[in-house]
């Protein structure tokens, strides 16, 4: 689209300006592609990384897989790669807190029903083994 013509129909000046910021923005991703790639570190990690960088810090695996659009099985699997990279650590997540709370109401029970408590969830668990 570099004739005359359409120039003078899209705008003129205005539209080389628009015509040379999308070549040079093609150029842009074509080398930092190629430097992505020296890294060694994938597309999807450099992406999710990204999100959590500019994205303003930690975030769910939950979060950040609709951030990037996919599942969080995959998610998943694109964090365990990036946290052995050395590039992002896990936190705790809203389930530790939860934990977190139930231990703290649960050290207000006795120490006899605490051990009553403890028989029984070995009970359960063998129960869920035959499940």
Do not use: C, N, Y
């Amino acid at each position: 689209m570099t004739d005359v013509k359409s120039k003078l129909l899209a705008g003129g000046e205005t539209f080389e300006t628009a015509d040379r910021l999308h070549s040079a923005a093609i150029h842009l991703l074509r080398r930092l592609r190629v430097r992505d790639r020296e890294s060694g570190v994938g597309p999807a990690q450099l992406s999710a990384l990204s999100v959590l960088v500019l994205g303003g810090g930690p975030r769910s695996l939950g979060e950040l897989a609709e951030a990037e659009q996919v599942r969080p099985p995959t998610m998943s699997r694109i964090v365990a790669g990036l946290v052995r990279a050395g590039l992002v650590r896990r936190g705790k997540t809203e389930d530790g807190r939860r934990v977190e709370s139930l231990a703290q109401t649960l050290s207000s029970l006795s120490s006899e029903d605490q051990e009553k408590l403890r028989a029984l969830i070995g009970h359960l668990e063998k129960v869920i083994k035959h499940l």
